[in-house]
């Protein structure tokens, strides 16, 4: 059974700095997706990662995947009030069936 | 450009009722999936469909049925609806797996 665990689940930070949200999973996968939800509203895309090493940036935002350490990471640079949101990562359990299994998801709030 | 419509987008059932939530997506996507949303749980994945006539069942499929009689539409049944059951569920649509999925404005629902 496929399990993908996020950590930390909740953080808050200051605006300007830097840090990592990371998702773990458990069974092999090449097809890793990230999506930001804000309070009270729908998911959005940010990231479709489909191979190992595959790397994606969007402004502040940056994903990579490694399929050999069942790892991806979000990596925020120079944080902006404007990120506050939660973020979920999910992973296809079956090699492009669109069979999602996600995260816990992960807070983030980021302090003027 | 509406995108996934979801209808109704609040409801309140008492225990033992049925109900259809409506799914309709105008982008000719192939690939559309039913998600329920918990505190603390991130997204579940219930039922999906790869194309028109083709279903399957996720992760938490029990008290749900779907059928996917046209593209465009992809309803999702609550049989007997229960306390457990209270939710806020989302539909999705891809045009094919290793695409990102896109969100509907969700449906929050309530049972009594």
């Known amino acids: ?112 | 450009n509406a995108g996934v419509t979801q209808t109704p987008k609040f409801q309140v059932l008492k225990t033992g009722q049925s109900m259809t939530l409506q799914c309709a997506q105008d982008m000719n996507h192939e690939y559309m999936s039913w998600y329920r949303q918990d505190p603390g749980m991130g997204l579940r994945l219930i039922h999906y469909s790869v194309g028109a006539g083709i279903t399957d069942q996720g992760e938490v499929p029990n008290g749900y049925n779907v059928s996917r009689s046209t593209t465009e539409d992809f309803p999702l049944r609550l049989l007997s609806a229960a306390p457990s059951q209270t939710s806020v569920y989302f539909c999705a649509s891809s045009p094919w797996g290793g695409q990102p999925q896109h969100f509907g404005d969700g449906t929050r629902l309530s049972i009594l």
């Open chain 1, 1 to 112: 059974e496929l399990k993908v665990e996020q950590n930390p689940l909740f953080l808050s930070m200051q605006e300007g700095k830097n840090y990592t949200i990371y998702c773990n999973y458990s069974t092999t996968s090449d097809r890793l997706y990230w999506y930001r939800q804000d309070p009270g509203k729908s998911l959005e895309s940010l990231f479709v990662l489909l191979s190992n090493g595959a790397v994606k940036q969007e402004g502040r935002l940056m994903a990579s995947l490694d399929t050999k350490a069942r790892l991806s990471t979000l990596h925020i640079t120079a944080a902006v009030h404007d990120l506050s949101a939660t973020y979920f990562c999910a992973v296809d359990r079956d090699q492009g069936a669109q069979k999602l299994v996600f995260g816990q998801g992960t807070r983030l709030t980021i302090n003027p």
